[in-house]
C-alpha cells in the first residue's frame, strides 16, 4: 500500500454510544489514525460489544454493560449476494438494526481522509452462529465422528456464506479493505499447547477427509493418531507422568502416526485456502479494494503458530497483515499459554523452566519483563521481512 496503516478496531456500538463524527474526531486528533479496521460482522463481545462483563468500562461513553449483546452483520445485508449457501443471508445483528456502520461511518471517513476496512471476525466458536437455521450443517467434525461447535474452512456453505459476505461488503459499499479474523489453532497445536477437550480437535469431515486422501494422507490412521494424542493429553492433564515423561511419549505418537502432523498442515492450508478464495472474490468485485489478514496473538508467544503462519507464502494473497500485537495484557496471556502447555507437551518441566529468563512472565500474569514496545515491535518486523520477501506491499 502507498501509506502505512495507522489503524484503530472499532465497533458500532462506539459510534452508536458517541456519535461518528466525535469518535473519528478522537481517533484523529488523539492518535494520529488514518484507517478504520469496522468490526463487522463479529460475533465476539470483546470486538462488537461495550465491554465484557468484570471488565472495567472505559472512562468515555455509555457507563453500562450490554449483556444481552448478540452481534452479528452490522451493515444491511442484501440477499442476492447470498446464493449457493443453505445459511443464506442470515446474520444482521440484533442491535442497532436500522443503523449501517458503512453507510454511516465510511462518507464521514473520508471527509477526514481515513480508510475504511471491513473487519470480519468469523468469531468460531459463538453459539449465537450454531442459532443460525442450518448452520449445525456446516459444523467440523472430532477424532470420534461427532459433529462439535466451530464450522469447519471445507465446508462449501460456510465458505460460501463468508464469499457472499465478502461480495456484498465490497459491491455494495465503497470500502478501501477487507480485513478477515479466523483466532483459532490447528488440532495439534491445540494438543500440544495445553489440556484440550477432544471436540476441539478437528476437523475429520466428509470434506477434509476427502482433500486428505488426495494429499496422500490416510484419513482413518489421522484418526486413529488424533484419538491416541487425546487420550495422551487427557492422561498428561490429568496428572499423570509416562515413564518416559510426556515429551518422549508424544513424540513417539508423531514417529508412530506422521499424518499427526500431515493433518495439522491440512487445517491450516485449509484456513489458508479461505484466504486465498476471499482475496480473489475481493479482487474480482472490485481491483482496487485492498485485502490482508488478522493473524492470531498466539503468533506472540507460540512458536508452533508462528511455524504454521508464512508470511512469505501469506504475501501472495496480501495487501497487509495485521499481527495481534499486545502490550499490557501480553503479559498475563503468554503466563497463562506457558503455564498451559506445561500441563501437556511440557508437563515434565515447571513453567518457571519452559521460558528463557529474560522472557519469564511474572506468576499471577504481570507484566512481560523489558520494553513492551520492542517486543511489539520484534513481531510486527518479522512479519514485515517476512512478507517482503513474498509480493505483500508495504
Ligand atoms: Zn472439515
Not at 500440544?192 to 477437550?197: D, I
Given at each position: 500500500?502507498?501509506?502505512?496503516?495507522?489503524?484503530?478496531?472499532?465497533?458500532?456500538?462506539?459510534?452508536?454510544?458517541?456519535?461518528?463524527?466525535?469518535?473519528?474526531?478522537?481517533?484523529?486528533?488523539?492518535?494520529?489514525?488514518?484507517?478504520?479496521?469496522?468490526?463487522?460482522?463479529?460475533?465476539?463481545?470483546?470486538?462488537?460489544?461495550?465491554?465484557?462483563?468484570?471488565?472495567?468500562?472505559?472512562?468515555?461513553?455509555?457507563?453500562?454493560?450490554?449483556?444481552?449483546?448478540?452481534?452479528?452483520?452490522?451493515?444491511?445485508?442484501?440477499?442476492?449476494?447470498?446464493?449457493?449457501?443453505?445459511?443464506?443471508?442470515?446474520?444482521?445483528?440484533?442491535?442497532?438494526?436500522?443503523?449501517?456502520?458503512?453507510?454511516?461511518?465510511?462518507?464521514?471517513?473520508?471527509?477526514?481522509?481515513?480508510?475504511?476496512?471491513?473487519?470480519?471476525?468469523?468469531?468460531?466458536?459463538?453459539?449465537?452462529?450454531?442459532?443460525?437455521?442450518?448452520?449445525?450443517?456446516?459444523?467440523?467434525v472430532d477424532p470420534y465422528n461427532r459433529?462439535t461447535?466451530?464450522?469447519?474452512?471445507?465446508?462449501?456453505?460456510?465458505?460460501?456464506?463468508?464469499?457472499?459476505?465478502?461480495?456484498?461488503?465490497?459491491?455494495?459499499?465503497?470500502?478501501?479493505?477487507?480485513?478477515?479474523?479466523?483466532?483459532?489453532?490447528?488440532p495439534?497445536?491445540?494438543l500440544?499447547?495445553?489440556?484440550?477437550?477432544p471436540e476441539?480437535v478437528t476437523c475429520f469431515?466428509?470434506?477434509?477427509?476427502?482433500?486428505?486422501?488426495?494429499?496422500?494422507?490416510?484419513?482413518?490412521?489421522a484418526q486413529e493418531g488424533y484419538r491416541k494424542v487425546v487420550e495422551?493429553?487427557?492422561?498428561?492433564?490429568?496428572?499423570?507422568?509416562?515413564?518416559?515423561?510426556?515429551?518422549?511419549?508424544?513424540?513417539?505418537?508423531?514417529?508412530?502416526?506422521?499424518?499427526?502432523?500431515?493433518w495439522?498442515?491440512?487445517?491450516?492450508?485449509?484456513?489458508?485456502?479461505?484466504?486465498?478464495?476471499?482475496?480473489?472474490?475481493?479482487?474480482?468485485?472490485?481491483?482496487?479494494?485492498?485485502?490482508?489478514?488478522?493473524?492470531?496473538?498466539?503468533?506472540?508467544?507460540?512458536?508452533?503458530?508462528?511455524?504454521?503462519?508464512?508470511?512469505?507464502?501469506?504475501?501472495?494473497?496480501?495487501?497487509?497483515?495485521?499481527?495481534?500485537?499486545?502490550?499490557?495484557?501480553?503479559?498475563?496471556?503468554?503466563?497463562?499459554?506457558?503455564?498451559?502447555?506445561?500441563?501437556?507437551?511440557?508437563?515434565?518441566?515447571?513453567?518457571?523452566?519452559?521460558?528463557?529468563?529474560?522472557?519469564?512472565?511474572?506468576?499471577?500474569?504481570?507484566?512481560?519483563?523489558?520494553?513492551?514496545?520492542?517486543?511489539?515491535?520484534?513481531?510486527?518486523?518479522?512479519?514485515?521481512?517476512?512478507?517482503?520477501?513474498?509480493?505483500?506491499?508495504?
Open positions: 500500500m502507498a501509506e502505512r496503516y495507522v489503524a484503530i478496531q472499532v465497533g458500532a456500538v462506539s459510534f452508536v454510544d458517541e456519535g461518528v463524527g466525535p469518535v473519528l474526531d478522537a481517533f484523529q486528533e488523539r492518535a494520529g489514525v488514518n484507517a478504520l479496521f469496522l468490526a463487522t460482522p463479529t460475533w465476539t463481545r470483546g470486538t462488537g460489544g461495550r465491554q465484557i462483563p468484570g471488565h472495567p468500562l472505559p472512562d468515555h461513553g455509555e457507563q453500562e454493560y450490554d449483556p444481552d449483546w448478540k452481534g452479528g452483520n452490522y451493515a444491511t445485508v442484501h440477499p442476492e449476494f447470498y446464493g449457493n449457501t443453505v445459511l443464506g443471508a442470515a446474520g444482521r445483528a440484533a442491535e442497532h438494526p436500522k443503523w449501517d456502520i458503512f453507510e454511516e461511518v465510511i462518507p464521514e471517513a473520508r471527509r477526514r481522509g481515513m480508510k475504511s476496512v471491513a473487519w470480519i471476525e468469523e468469531s468460531g466458536y459463538a453459539q449465537e452462529l450454531r442459532n443460525y437455521p442450518n448452520f449445525p450443517k456446516c459444523l467440523e459433529p461447535l466451530r464450522p469447519c474452512f471445507n465446508n462449501p456453505d460456510y465458505r460460501n456464506w463468508h464469499l457472499s459476505i465478502v461480495e456484498d461488503y465490497v459491491k455494495s459499499y465503497d470500502l478501501d479493505g477487507i480485513a478477515w479474523c479466523s483466532e483459532r489453532p490447528g495439534l497445536n491445540m500440544m499447547q495445553a489440556p484440550t477437550a476441539l469431515c466428509k470434506y477434509c477427509r476427502e482433500i486428505g486422501g488426495e494429499r496422500g494422507i490416510d484419513p482413518g490412521r495422551w493429553n487427557e492422561r498428561v492433564a490429568g496428572g499423570e507422568r509416562p515413564a518416559d515423561g510426556a515429551f518422549v511419549t508424544f513424540w513417539r505418537l508423531l514417529l508412530q502416526y506422521p499424518e499427526l502432523l500431515g495439522q498442515t491440512l487445517w491450516t492450508e485449509s484456513q489458508r485456502q479461505l484466504y486465498r478464495d476471499i482475496y480473489g472474490v475481493a479482487k474480482a468485485c472490485d481491483p482496487d479494494v485492498e485485502v490482508g489478514w488478522h493473524v492470531y496473538h498466539n503468533i506472540s508467544f507460540s512458536p508452533f503458530y508462528r511455524a504454521d503462519q508464512d508470511y512469505e507464502e501469506m504475501a501472495r494473497f496480501s495487501d497487509f497483515i495485521k499481527v495481534v500485537t499486545y502490550d499490557n495484557c501480553a503479559g498475563p496471556r503468554f503466563y497463562t499459554w506457558i503455564h498451559n502447555i506445561c500441563q501437556s507437551l511440557f508437563a515434565d518441566a515447571s513453567p518457571k523452566r519452559s521460558t528463557p529468563d529474560d522472557e519469564a512472565p511474572e506468576p499471577g500474569g504481570g507484566p512481560l519483563p523489558g520494553s513492551p514496545q520492542d517486543r511489539l515491535l520484534g513481531r510486527v518486523r518479522a512479519a514485515g521481512d517476512g512478507a517482503g520477501r513474498g509480493r505483500c506491499r508495504g
